[in-house]
């Protein structure tokens, strides 16, 4: 998804705002630097600067989308590399642990998803349960 470019809105009101300016008196001088000329060259500048902004964000997308196919193309090589070495040595062999694999004798099996844990949570459970069915706190027990 690319970036969203940046538009200013403070830019947008100072064009209006010097075009404004600019029909009273292209030379209007009011002091302290505010003249029309140093608007209009901040004004530029500003749009410089944001241009020069959303090149980057542009740039920088391009960037993140050639890496991101690189990151694929890394991913598939490597489960094709670990593959390779589990084909040719077989994949109970030192080299597919050394490779980064589990060898297929050392690998557990759990039944279906649930964690040995699990049993010792329901004891624990059934454990605070009174005679009626209900929960028990440390409030209740006493």
């Known amino acids: 998804m690319a970036r969203r470019k940046r538009t200013s809105p403070v830019l947008e009101r100072a064009v209006r705002r010097a075009a404004g300016i600019?029909?009273?008196?292209?030379?209007?001088?009011?002091?302290?630097g505010l003249t029309l000329p140093a608007f209009s060259t901040l004004i530029e500048t500003m749009r410089a600067k944001e241009n020069a902004y959303n090149s980057a964000l542009s740039s920088?997308?391009?960037l993140y989308r050639e890496m991101l196919e690189t990151e694929d193309e890394?991913?598939?090589?490597?489960?094709h590399m670990l593959m390779a070495v589990g084909t040719r040595y077989g994949k109970s062999s030192v080299?597919?642990?050394m490779a980064g694999g589990v060898p297929k004798?050392?690998?557990?099996?759990?039944?279906?998803?649930?964690s040995p844990t699990a049993s010792s949570q329901q004891t624990s459970?059934?454990?605070n349960v009174d005679s009626n069915g209900n929960g028990m706190n440390a409030a209740s027990k006493r």
């Not at 890394?74 to 489960?79: C, H, I, K, S």
């Not at 004798?105 to 279906?112: D, E, H, I, T, V």
């Open 22 to 32: 600019n029909s009273i008196d292209p030379k209007l001088d009011l002091g302290n």
């Open 60 to 62: 920088l997308d391009k």
């Open 74 to 79: 890394l991913g598939d090589m490597t489960e």
């Open 95 to 97: 080299e597919y642990g």
């Open 105 to 114: 004798n050392q690998r557990r099996r759990g039944l279906r998803g649930e």
């Open 125 to 127: 459970f059934v454990a």
